[in-house]
Protein backbone atom coordinates (compact mmCIF):
# COMPACT_ATOMS: atom_id res chain seq x y z
CA UNK A 1 0.00 0.00 0.00
CA UNK A 2 2.91 2.28 0.75
CA UNK A 3 3.79 2.36 -2.59
CA UNK A 4 0.69 3.16 -4.05
CA UNK A 5 0.94 5.93 -2.35
CA UNK A 6 4.04 7.04 -3.43
CA UNK A 7 2.24 6.50 -6.98
CA UNK A 8 -0.46 8.82 -6.04
CA UNK A 9 1.86 11.14 -4.29
CA UNK A 10 3.89 11.82 -7.63
CA UNK A 11 1.01 11.40 -10.00
CA UNK A 12 0.29 14.88 -10.22
CA UNK A 13 3.58 16.27 -10.15
CA UNK A 14 4.88 14.04 -12.83
CA UNK A 15 2.17 14.84 -15.34
CA UNK A 16 3.03 18.48 -14.38
CA UNK A 17 6.92 17.98 -15.35
CA UNK A 18 5.54 16.38 -18.73
CA UNK A 19 3.24 19.52 -19.53
CA UNK A 20 6.04 21.84 -18.52
CA UNK A 21 8.57 19.89 -21.01
CA UNK A 22 6.38 19.87 -23.46
CA UNK A 23 5.79 24.05 -23.37
CA UNK A 24 8.71 24.98 -22.02
CA UNK A 25 10.37 27.78 -24.36
CA UNK A 26 13.75 29.44 -24.39
CA UNK A 27 12.58 32.46 -21.64
CA UNK A 28 13.60 30.40 -18.85
CA UNK A 29 15.07 33.48 -16.92
CA UNK A 30 12.66 34.07 -14.10
CA UNK A 31 12.03 30.19 -13.42
CA UNK A 32 15.93 30.27 -12.61
CA UNK A 33 15.26 32.79 -10.37
CA UNK A 34 12.81 31.77 -8.45
CA UNK A 35 14.82 28.30 -7.81
CA UNK A 36 17.21 29.88 -6.80
CA UNK A 37 15.20 31.60 -3.95
CA UNK A 38 13.74 28.20 -3.22
CA UNK A 39 17.16 26.31 -3.28
CA UNK A 40 18.72 29.09 -0.70
CA UNK A 41 15.87 28.26 1.29
CA UNK A 42 16.87 25.15 2.66
CA UNK A 43 13.41 24.24 2.90
CA UNK A 44 12.42 20.82 1.50
CA UNK A 45 9.08 21.40 0.45
CA UNK A 46 10.61 24.52 -1.63
CA UNK A 47 13.16 22.44 -2.54
CA UNK A 48 10.63 19.94 -4.62
CA UNK A 49 8.94 23.41 -5.69
CA UNK A 50 12.80 24.38 -6.95
CA UNK A 51 13.07 20.91 -9.06
CA UNK A 52 9.58 21.80 -10.62
CA UNK A 53 10.81 25.07 -11.69
CA UNK A 54 14.24 24.31 -12.94
CA UNK A 55 12.56 21.44 -15.22
CA UNK A 56 9.51 24.43 -16.42
CA UNK A 57 12.08 26.60 -16.97
CA UNK A 58 13.36 24.32 -20.17
CA UNK A 59 16.86 25.62 -19.44
CA UNK A 60 19.65 23.71 -21.03
CA UNK A 61 21.79 23.50 -17.72
CA UNK A 62 18.74 21.56 -16.38
CA UNK A 63 20.03 18.23 -16.81
CA UNK A 64 23.39 18.97 -15.53
CA UNK A 65 21.42 20.93 -12.36
CA UNK A 66 19.47 17.52 -11.53
CA UNK A 67 22.12 15.56 -12.00
CA UNK A 68 24.20 18.19 -9.03
CA UNK A 69 21.63 17.76 -7.22
CA UNK A 70 21.14 14.35 -6.82
CA UNK A 71 24.93 13.44 -6.77
CA UNK A 72 25.31 16.20 -3.57
CA UNK A 73 27.06 19.10 -5.83
CA UNK A 74 24.49 21.73 -5.36
CA UNK A 75 25.66 24.28 -3.53
CA UNK A 76 24.13 27.60 -2.32
CA UNK A 77 25.29 31.02 -0.50
CA UNK A 78 23.29 31.77 2.40
CA UNK A 79 24.33 35.47 2.64
CA UNK A 80 24.03 36.50 -0.89
CA UNK A 81 21.26 34.06 -2.16
CA UNK A 82 23.49 32.64 -4.80
CA UNK A 83 23.26 28.83 -5.89
CA UNK A 84 26.16 26.96 -7.77
CA UNK A 85 26.07 23.41 -9.52
CA UNK A 86 29.42 21.89 -9.77
CA UNK A 87 30.42 19.47 -12.31
CA UNK A 88 32.58 15.85 -11.59
CA UNK A 89 35.85 18.28 -11.37
CA UNK A 90 34.79 20.27 -8.77
CA UNK A 91 34.53 23.31 -11.27
CA UNK A 92 31.21 25.71 -10.13
CA UNK A 93 29.07 27.38 -12.29
CA UNK A 94 26.44 30.16 -11.62
CA UNK A 95 22.72 28.42 -11.41
CA UNK A 96 21.57 31.52 -13.03
CA UNK A 97 23.60 31.65 -15.75
CA UNK A 98 25.73 28.70 -16.49
CA UNK A 99 28.80 30.50 -16.43
CA UNK A 100 31.45 29.23 -14.60
CA UNK A 101 32.08 31.01 -11.31
CA UNK A 102 34.87 31.87 -8.66
CA UNK A 103 33.48 31.99 -5.11
CA UNK A 104 36.28 33.17 -3.03
CA UNK A 105 35.18 31.21 0.02
CA UNK A 106 34.03 28.04 -1.51
CA UNK A 107 34.05 25.93 1.82
CA UNK A 108 31.25 28.76 3.18
CA UNK A 109 28.86 26.53 0.54
CA UNK A 110 26.24 24.45 1.89
CA UNK A 111 24.93 21.94 0.22
CA UNK A 112 21.52 21.00 -0.88
CA UNK A 113 19.91 19.06 1.77
CA UNK A 114 17.50 15.61 0.09
CA UNK A 115 15.06 14.00 1.89
CA UNK A 116 13.35 10.58 0.66
CA UNK A 117 10.80 12.84 -0.11
CA UNK A 118 12.87 15.36 -2.41
CA UNK A 119 14.48 12.40 -3.69
CA UNK A 120 11.47 10.71 -5.31
CA UNK A 121 10.58 14.34 -6.66
CA UNK A 122 13.91 14.36 -8.22
CA UNK A 123 14.00 11.25 -9.67
CA UNK A 124 10.90 11.38 -11.34
CA UNK A 125 11.70 15.00 -13.06
CA UNK A 126 15.04 13.20 -13.98
CA UNK A 127 13.46 10.42 -15.69
CA UNK A 128 10.57 12.63 -17.36
CA UNK A 129 13.30 14.67 -18.48
CA UNK A 130 14.99 11.70 -20.34
CA UNK A 131 11.94 10.38 -21.50
CA UNK A 132 10.83 13.73 -23.32
CA UNK A 133 14.32 13.67 -24.73
CA UNK A 134 14.35 14.42 -28.97
CA UNK A 135 16.58 11.46 -29.12
CA UNK A 136 15.27 8.02 -29.25
CA UNK A 137 18.05 6.70 -28.08
CA UNK A 138 18.32 8.30 -25.09
CA UNK A 139 14.55 7.66 -24.33
CA UNK A 140 15.16 3.93 -25.63
CA UNK A 141 17.93 3.95 -22.76
CA UNK A 142 15.71 5.26 -20.18
CA UNK A 143 13.06 3.09 -20.88
CA UNK A 144 15.30 -0.08 -20.32
CA UNK A 145 16.94 1.27 -17.64
CA UNK A 146 13.39 1.86 -15.95
CA UNK A 147 12.08 -1.61 -16.55
CA UNK A 148 15.67 -2.82 -15.13
CA UNK A 149 14.51 -1.17 -11.85
CA UNK A 150 10.52 -1.29 -12.20
CA UNK A 151 10.43 1.69 -9.67
CA UNK A 152 7.00 2.16 -9.14
CA UNK A 153 7.55 6.17 -8.98
CA UNK A 154 8.12 6.01 -13.21
CA UNK A 155 4.78 4.87 -13.68
CA UNK A 156 3.15 8.12 -13.93
CA UNK A 157 6.20 8.90 -16.24
CA UNK A 158 5.91 5.92 -18.16
CA UNK A 159 1.93 6.37 -18.36
CA UNK A 160 2.02 10.06 -19.40
CA UNK A 161 4.51 9.43 -22.66
CA UNK A 162 3.66 6.18 -24.06
CA UNK A 163 0.72 7.39 -25.76
CA UNK A 164 2.26 10.06 -27.61
CA UNK A 165 5.34 8.04 -28.13
CA UNK A 166 5.96 7.90 -32.08
CA UNK A 167 8.85 5.28 -32.34
CA UNK A 168 7.59 1.53 -32.73
CA UNK A 169 10.81 0.59 -31.06
CA UNK A 170 10.40 3.16 -28.15
CA UNK A 171 6.73 2.51 -27.42
CA UNK A 172 7.36 -1.27 -27.09
CA UNK A 173 10.27 -0.55 -24.93
CA UNK A 174 8.00 1.50 -22.64
CA UNK A 175 5.06 -0.66 -22.52
CA UNK A 176 7.61 -3.21 -21.24
CA UNK A 177 9.07 -1.33 -18.56
CA UNK A 178 5.17 -0.19 -18.02
CA UNK A 179 4.74 -3.87 -17.33
CA UNK A 180 7.43 -4.61 -15.30
CA UNK A 181 6.11 -1.78 -12.89
CA UNK A 182 2.83 -3.30 -12.63
CA UNK A 183 3.76 -6.78 -12.26
CA UNK A 184 6.14 -6.41 -9.94
CA UNK A 185 3.69 -4.29 -7.95
CA UNK A 186 1.95 -6.28 -5.31
CA UNK A 187 -0.96 -3.81 -4.79
CA UNK A 188 -1.79 -3.71 -8.43
CA UNK A 189 -5.30 -5.13 -9.41
CA UNK A 190 -4.94 -8.86 -10.00
CA UNK A 191 -6.13 -8.19 -13.79
CA UNK A 192 -3.51 -5.82 -14.49
CA UNK A 193 -0.92 -8.21 -13.17
CA UNK A 194 -1.72 -10.74 -15.28
CA UNK A 195 -2.06 -8.36 -18.24
CA UNK A 196 1.36 -7.55 -17.46
CA UNK A 197 2.83 -10.68 -16.68
CA UNK A 198 1.55 -12.04 -20.20
CA UNK A 199 3.34 -8.89 -21.64
CA UNK A 200 6.74 -9.97 -19.56
CA UNK A 201 6.04 -13.74 -21.13
CA UNK A 202 5.95 -12.50 -24.59
CA UNK A 203 9.44 -10.25 -23.75
CA UNK A 204 11.01 -13.48 -22.93
CA UNK A 205 14.28 -12.74 -21.81
CA UNK A 206 16.88 -13.31 -18.80
CA UNK A 207 15.59 -10.35 -17.09
CA UNK A 208 11.75 -10.86 -17.53
CA UNK A 209 12.36 -14.69 -16.36
CA UNK A 210 13.86 -13.26 -13.16
CA UNK A 211 11.23 -10.85 -12.63
CA UNK A 212 8.45 -13.88 -13.00
CA UNK A 213 10.33 -16.09 -11.03
CA UNK A 214 9.95 -13.56 -8.53
CA UNK A 215 6.36 -12.70 -8.61
CA UNK A 216 5.63 -16.82 -8.41
CA UNK A 217 7.33 -17.12 -5.36
CA UNK A 218 5.79 -13.66 -3.76
CA UNK A 219 2.05 -13.66 -5.48
CA UNK A 220 -0.67 -15.71 -4.10
CA UNK A 221 -3.35 -17.17 -6.23
CA UNK A 222 -4.19 -16.89 -9.61
CA UNK A 223 -1.38 -14.38 -10.18
CA UNK A 224 1.28 -16.67 -8.31
CA UNK A 225 -0.05 -19.60 -11.19
CA UNK A 226 0.11 -17.33 -13.64
CA UNK A 227 3.49 -16.23 -13.02
CA UNK A 228 4.97 -19.62 -12.26
CA UNK A 229 3.45 -21.20 -15.90
CA UNK A 230 4.92 -18.16 -17.53
CA UNK A 231 8.61 -18.32 -15.84
CA UNK A 232 8.35 -22.01 -16.64
CA UNK A 233 7.72 -21.32 -20.50
CA UNK A 234 10.44 -18.41 -20.42
CA UNK A 235 12.95 -21.01 -19.05
CA UNK A 236 12.47 -23.46 -21.56
CA UNK A 237 12.62 -20.75 -24.68
CA UNK A 238 15.92 -19.25 -22.87
CA UNK A 239 17.54 -22.54 -22.99
CA UNK A 240 16.55 -23.73 -26.73
CA UNK A 241 18.16 -20.15 -27.74
CA UNK A 242 21.15 -21.35 -25.37
CA UNK A 243 21.01 -24.69 -27.40
CA UNK A 244 21.07 -22.64 -30.73
CA UNK A 245 23.83 -19.96 -29.08
CA UNK A 246 26.05 -22.95 -28.62
CA UNK A 247 25.85 -24.02 -32.33
CA UNK A 248 26.58 -20.63 -33.27
CA UNK A 249 29.22 -20.49 -31.44
CA UNK A 250 30.53 -24.05 -32.34
CA UNK A 251 30.29 -23.02 -35.80
CA UNK A 252 32.41 -20.19 -35.29
CA UNK A 253 34.99 -22.67 -33.51
CA UNK A 254 34.99 -25.26 -36.64
CA UNK A 255 35.19 -22.00 -38.82
CA UNK A 256 38.84 -22.08 -37.12
CA UNK A 257 39.47 -25.48 -37.29
CA UNK A 258 38.58 -25.51 -40.67
CA UNK A 259 40.42 -22.80 -41.68
CA UNK A 260 43.91 -24.11 -39.91
CA UNK A 261 43.08 -27.38 -40.93
CA UNK A 262 42.25 -27.24 -44.64
CA UNK A 263 45.82 -26.47 -45.38
CA UNK A 264 47.12 -29.26 -43.40
CA UNK A 265 44.80 -31.75 -45.34
CA UNK A 266 46.03 -30.69 -48.65
CA UNK A 267 50.04 -31.74 -47.65
CA UNK A 268 48.96 -34.18 -45.82
CA UNK A 269 46.69 -35.25 -48.06
CA UNK A 270 49.16 -35.37 -50.67
CA UNK A 271 52.38 -36.46 -49.61
CA UNK A 272 51.71 -37.95 -46.75
CA UNK A 273 54.15 -35.75 -44.91
CA UNK A 274 53.21 -34.92 -41.03
CA UNK A 275 53.88 -31.38 -41.09
CA UNK A 276 54.12 -30.26 -37.58
CA UNK A 277 55.80 -26.88 -38.48
CA UNK A 278 51.81 -26.60 -39.95
CA UNK A 279 50.90 -24.38 -37.52
CA UNK A 280 53.67 -21.93 -37.09
CA UNK A 281 52.42 -21.33 -41.10
CA UNK A 282 49.21 -20.39 -39.30
CA UNK A 283 51.12 -17.95 -37.29
CA UNK A 284 52.92 -16.48 -39.55
CA UNK A 285 49.73 -15.73 -41.54
CA UNK A 286 48.95 -13.67 -38.34
CA UNK A 287 52.27 -11.62 -38.00
CA UNK A 288 52.04 -10.96 -41.55
CA UNK A 289 48.78 -9.22 -40.76
CA UNK A 290 50.17 -7.45 -37.99
CA UNK A 291 53.20 -5.94 -39.88
CA UNK A 292 50.59 -5.09 -42.13
CA UNK A 293 48.62 -2.75 -40.27
CA UNK A 294 51.66 -1.55 -38.65
CA UNK A 295 52.75 -0.12 -42.22
CA UNK A 296 49.47 1.14 -43.60
CA UNK A 297 48.98 2.94 -40.14
CA UNK A 298 52.50 4.84 -40.70
CA UNK A 299 52.20 5.17 -44.37
CA UNK A 300 48.30 5.48 -45.46
CA UNK A 301 46.42 6.20 -42.30
CA UNK A 302 43.13 6.29 -44.48
CA UNK A 303 43.46 2.71 -45.00
CA UNK A 304 43.24 1.59 -41.61
CA UNK A 305 40.21 -0.24 -42.36
CA UNK A 306 41.48 -2.44 -45.54
CA UNK A 307 44.40 -3.50 -43.84
CA UNK A 308 42.91 -6.77 -43.27
CA UNK A 309 41.88 -7.22 -46.71
CA UNK A 310 45.44 -6.32 -47.90
CA UNK A 311 46.84 -8.85 -45.10
CA UNK A 312 44.65 -11.71 -46.46
CA UNK A 313 46.76 -12.11 -50.16
CA UNK A 314 49.66 -10.77 -48.27
CA UNK A 315 49.57 -13.70 -45.87
CA UNK A 316 48.96 -16.48 -48.59
CA UNK A 317 52.03 -15.05 -50.45
CA UNK A 318 54.34 -15.00 -47.47
CA UNK A 319 53.47 -18.35 -45.88
CA UNK A 320 53.22 -19.99 -49.56
CA UNK A 321 56.52 -19.23 -50.46
CA UNK A 322 58.03 -20.17 -47.08
CA UNK A 323 55.97 -23.47 -47.55
CA UNK A 324 57.75 -23.84 -50.86
CA UNK A 325 61.07 -23.16 -49.45
CA UNK A 326 60.32 -25.80 -46.61
CA UNK A 327 59.82 -28.26 -49.23
CA UNK A 328 62.30 -28.31 -51.43
CA UNK A 329 64.91 -27.46 -48.53
CA UNK A 330 64.02 -30.35 -46.20
CA UNK A 331 60.99 -32.34 -46.77
CA UNK A 332 61.90 -33.28 -50.33
CA UNK A 333 64.48 -35.53 -49.16
CA UNK A 334 62.48 -37.46 -46.06
CA UNK A 335 59.79 -38.59 -48.26
CA UNK A 336 59.18 -42.42 -47.11
CA UNK A 337 60.56 -41.54 -43.65
CA UNK A 338 57.52 -40.74 -41.65
CA UNK A 339 59.60 -40.56 -38.66
CA UNK A 340 62.32 -38.22 -39.46
CA UNK A 341 59.60 -36.29 -41.47
CA UNK A 342 58.06 -35.56 -38.01
CA UNK A 343 61.21 -34.86 -36.04
CA UNK A 344 62.48 -32.39 -38.35
CA UNK A 345 59.23 -30.34 -39.05
CA UNK A 346 59.27 -30.51 -34.88
CA UNK A 347 62.44 -28.78 -34.94
CA UNK A 348 61.73 -26.34 -37.85
CA UNK A 349 58.84 -25.18 -35.91
CA UNK A 350 60.86 -24.27 -32.94
CA UNK A 351 63.19 -22.58 -34.83
CA UNK A 352 60.03 -20.44 -36.32
CA UNK A 353 59.22 -19.47 -32.99
CA UNK A 354 62.26 -18.46 -31.70
CA UNK A 355 62.96 -16.37 -35.04
CA UNK A 356 59.79 -14.52 -34.61
CA UNK A 357 60.62 -14.02 -30.60
CA UNK A 358 63.32 -13.10 -31.66
CA UNK A 359 62.48 -10.29 -34.43
CA UNK A 360 59.02 -9.24 -32.56
CA UNK A 361 59.59 -10.34 -29.22
CA UNK A 362 57.42 -12.64 -27.17
CA UNK A 363 54.22 -10.60 -25.97
CA UNK A 364 51.66 -10.67 -27.70
CA UNK A 365 50.53 -8.10 -30.70
CA UNK A 366 47.57 -6.14 -31.44
CA UNK A 367 45.74 -6.45 -34.64
CA UNK A 368 42.88 -3.99 -33.89
CA UNK A 369 39.30 -5.41 -35.72
CA UNK A 370 37.97 -2.80 -38.66
CA UNK A 371 34.57 -1.03 -38.97
CA UNK A 372 32.92 -3.82 -40.31
CA UNK A 373 33.64 -6.68 -38.08
CA UNK A 374 32.89 -4.48 -34.82
CA UNK A 375 30.09 -5.10 -32.77
CA UNK A 376 27.03 -7.28 -32.60
CA UNK A 377 23.58 -8.04 -33.31
CA UNK A 378 21.13 -9.74 -31.93
CA UNK A 379 18.72 -12.18 -34.01
CA UNK A 380 15.62 -13.56 -31.47
CA UNK A 381 17.36 -15.03 -28.34
CA UNK A 382 21.00 -15.05 -30.53
CA UNK A 383 23.48 -12.75 -29.76
CA UNK A 384 25.73 -12.80 -33.16
CA UNK A 385 29.08 -10.86 -32.90
CA UNK A 386 30.08 -9.71 -36.51
CA UNK A 387 33.73 -10.63 -36.27
CA UNK A 388 32.83 -14.52 -35.67
CA UNK A 389 30.13 -14.48 -38.16
CA UNK A 390 32.94 -12.50 -40.49
CA UNK A 391 35.46 -15.76 -39.90
CA UNK A 392 32.64 -18.06 -40.84
CA UNK A 393 31.72 -16.64 -44.05
CA UNK A 394 35.93 -16.22 -44.83
CA UNK A 395 36.52 -19.57 -43.85
CA UNK A 396 33.84 -20.95 -46.31
CA UNK A 397 34.36 -18.97 -49.46
CA UNK A 398 38.00 -19.85 -49.07
CA UNK A 399 36.79 -23.87 -48.89
CA UNK A 400 34.62 -23.10 -52.40
CA UNK A 401 37.54 -21.48 -53.70
CA UNK A 402 39.78 -24.32 -52.88
CA UNK A 403 36.99 -26.78 -54.36
CA UNK A 404 36.90 -24.83 -57.60
CA UNK A 405 41.14 -24.64 -57.58
CA UNK A 406 41.00 -28.11 -57.43
CA UNK A 407 37.98 -29.00 -59.45
CA UNK A 408 38.25 -27.00 -62.03
CA UNK A 409 41.79 -26.46 -62.99
CA UNK A 410 44.99 -28.43 -64.49
CA UNK A 411 46.49 -28.22 -61.58
CA UNK A 412 44.22 -29.17 -59.73
CA UNK A 413 43.40 -31.93 -61.83
CA UNK A 414 47.08 -33.19 -61.14
CA UNK A 415 46.68 -32.37 -57.43
CA UNK A 416 43.69 -35.21 -57.32
CA UNK A 417 45.44 -37.56 -59.43
CA UNK A 418 48.61 -37.67 -57.37
CA UNK A 419 46.59 -37.59 -54.16
CA UNK A 420 45.19 -41.38 -55.85
CA UNK A 421 47.56 -42.85 -56.91
CA UNK A 422 51.66 -41.13 -57.06
CA UNK A 423 53.23 -43.44 -58.95
CA UNK A 424 50.59 -43.47 -61.70
CA UNK A 425 50.54 -39.83 -62.13
CA UNK A 426 54.09 -40.35 -62.70
CA UNK A 427 53.72 -42.78 -65.03
CA UNK A 428 51.11 -40.54 -66.81
CA UNK A 429 54.27 -37.67 -67.04
CA UNK A 430 52.89 -35.46 -64.47
CA UNK A 431 55.79 -34.17 -62.25
CA UNK A 432 54.80 -35.12 -58.88
CA UNK A 433 57.87 -33.16 -57.13
CA UNK A 434 56.67 -29.97 -59.02
CA UNK A 435 53.02 -30.87 -57.28
CA UNK A 436 54.49 -31.70 -54.50
CA UNK A 437 55.91 -28.48 -53.91
CA UNK A 438 53.10 -26.35 -55.10
CA UNK A 439 50.52 -28.47 -52.69
CA UNK A 440 53.29 -27.83 -49.98
CA UNK A 441 53.11 -24.04 -50.96
CA UNK A 442 49.53 -24.17 -51.60
CA UNK A 443 48.59 -25.48 -48.13
CA UNK A 444 51.21 -23.69 -46.29
CA UNK A 445 49.51 -20.52 -47.78
CA UNK A 446 45.90 -21.08 -46.73
CA UNK A 447 47.36 -21.80 -43.01
CA UNK A 448 48.26 -18.35 -43.25
CA UNK A 449 45.28 -17.14 -44.63
CA UNK A 450 43.65 -18.62 -41.45
CA UNK A 451 46.29 -16.72 -39.66
CA UNK A 452 44.20 -13.63 -40.77
CA UNK A 453 41.58 -14.85 -39.06
CA UNK A 454 42.65 -15.81 -35.93
CA UNK A 455 44.72 -12.51 -35.03
CA UNK A 456 41.02 -11.41 -35.00
CA UNK A 457 40.15 -13.90 -31.94
CA UNK A 458 43.16 -14.74 -30.41
CA UNK A 459 46.53 -13.57 -29.32
CA UNK A 460 49.02 -12.92 -32.03
CA UNK A 461 51.86 -14.37 -30.24
CA UNK A 462 54.81 -16.63 -31.01
CA UNK A 463 52.76 -19.82 -29.55
CA UNK A 464 49.71 -19.20 -31.63
CA UNK A 465 49.68 -22.23 -33.81
CA UNK A 466 50.83 -24.71 -31.37
CA UNK A 467 47.21 -23.85 -30.31
CA UNK A 468 45.43 -25.34 -33.00
CA UNK A 469 47.93 -28.23 -34.71
CA UNK A 470 46.80 -30.92 -32.29
CA UNK A 471 43.06 -30.41 -33.09
CA UNK A 472 43.95 -29.65 -36.86
CA UNK A 473 45.49 -33.11 -37.10
CA UNK A 474 42.52 -34.61 -35.65
CA UNK A 475 40.13 -32.62 -38.11
CA UNK A 476 42.23 -34.11 -41.19
CA UNK A 477 41.96 -38.03 -39.63
CA UNK A 478 38.31 -37.41 -38.71
CA UNK A 479 37.30 -36.45 -41.83
CA UNK A 480 39.09 -38.75 -44.08
CA UNK A 481 43.24 -37.88 -45.08
CA UNK A 482 42.94 -35.25 -48.30
CA UNK A 483 39.26 -34.93 -48.54
CA UNK A 484 38.33 -31.50 -47.84
CA UNK A 485 34.02 -32.28 -47.60
CA UNK A 486 35.47 -34.87 -44.58
CA UNK A 487 37.49 -32.10 -43.66
CA UNK A 488 34.65 -29.73 -43.71
CA UNK A 489 32.03 -31.94 -41.78
CA UNK A 490 34.98 -32.69 -39.12
CA UNK A 491 35.50 -29.33 -38.47
CA UNK A 492 32.06 -28.57 -37.77
CA UNK A 493 31.47 -31.09 -36.31
CA UNK A 494 34.07 -31.26 -33.55
CA UNK A 495 32.88 -27.54 -33.23
CA UNK A 496 29.81 -28.17 -32.12
CA UNK A 497 29.93 -30.92 -30.45
CA UNK A 498 32.25 -29.14 -28.20
CA UNK A 499 30.70 -26.13 -27.61
CA UNK A 500 27.25 -28.25 -26.63
CA UNK A 501 29.72 -30.00 -24.05
CA UNK A 502 30.91 -27.35 -22.34
CA UNK A 503 27.80 -26.49 -20.24
CA UNK A 504 27.34 -29.89 -19.56
CA UNK A 505 30.84 -31.57 -18.17
CA UNK A 506 33.03 -28.41 -18.95
CA UNK A 507 35.73 -27.48 -21.31
CA UNK A 508 38.49 -30.10 -20.05
CA UNK A 509 36.24 -32.87 -19.47
CA UNK A 510 34.81 -32.02 -23.09
CA UNK A 511 37.88 -32.02 -24.75
CA UNK A 512 38.64 -35.63 -23.55
CA UNK A 513 35.25 -36.78 -24.40
CA UNK A 514 35.90 -35.85 -28.08
CA UNK A 515 39.35 -37.81 -28.25
CA UNK A 516 38.74 -40.57 -26.74
CA UNK A 517 35.52 -40.60 -29.72
CA UNK A 518 37.74 -40.10 -31.85
CA UNK A 519 40.23 -42.77 -30.90
CA UNK A 520 37.42 -45.13 -30.86
CA UNK A 521 35.80 -44.13 -34.17
CA UNK A 522 39.35 -44.18 -35.88
CA UNK A 523 39.76 -48.21 -34.73
CA UNK A 524 36.36 -48.65 -36.59
CA UNK A 525 37.14 -46.25 -39.40
CA UNK A 526 40.44 -46.03 -39.90
CA UNK A 527 40.53 -43.95 -43.41
CA UNK A 528 38.11 -41.60 -41.34
CA UNK A 529 34.81 -40.34 -42.17
CA UNK A 530 35.57 -40.37 -45.92
CA UNK A 531 38.29 -42.06 -47.33
CA UNK A 532 39.70 -41.28 -50.12
CA UNK A 533 39.60 -44.45 -53.19
CA UNK A 534 42.86 -45.13 -54.82
CA UNK A 535 45.59 -44.89 -52.19
CA UNK A 536 44.90 -48.67 -51.47
CA UNK A 537 46.74 -49.00 -54.83
CA UNK A 538 50.10 -47.86 -53.46
CA UNK A 539 49.67 -49.68 -50.17
Known amino acids: MKKITHWRRHWSRALTIMLTLCCAGPAFADALDDAVAHFSADKFPQTQQAIDEIVASGAPTAPAILE ?29 TGEKATVESPDDLKKVRLNNAVRGTLQAAQGAMTLMAPDPAKR ?20 AVLAAEKSPDVKAALSDARAAI ?35 ASAQGQVKAAASAAAASVQARLALWSNVQNIFYGLSLGSVLLLAAIGLAITFGVMGVINMAHGEMVMLGAYTTFVT ?40 FLYGRPLETLLATFGLSLI ?31 AITSGRLWI ?72 LGQSYIIDSFL ?36 KIAMLVFIILFIQKRPRGLFALKGRAVEA
Do not use: C
Open 392 to 463: IVFALVVFILLQLVLRATSFGLRVRAVTQNRRMASSMGIDTNRIDALAFGLGSGIAGMAGVALSQIDNVSPN
Open 182 to 216: IATTPDAPDASRLEAIDRLKARGDQDSQGMLAGIA
Open 68 to 96: ALANNRLLFDPDEQKVYFSDENDNLYDLR
Open 352 to 382: LQQAVRTLFGANNRQVSAPAFMAGSFDFGGL
Open 140 to 159: MASAREIFKSHEPLALPQIE
Open 293 to 332: QQAIAAWRPGMADYSLLIAVPLAFIVTGAVGIAIERSIIR
Open 475 to 510: VVVFGGVGNLWGTLVAALTLGIANKLLEPLIGAVLG
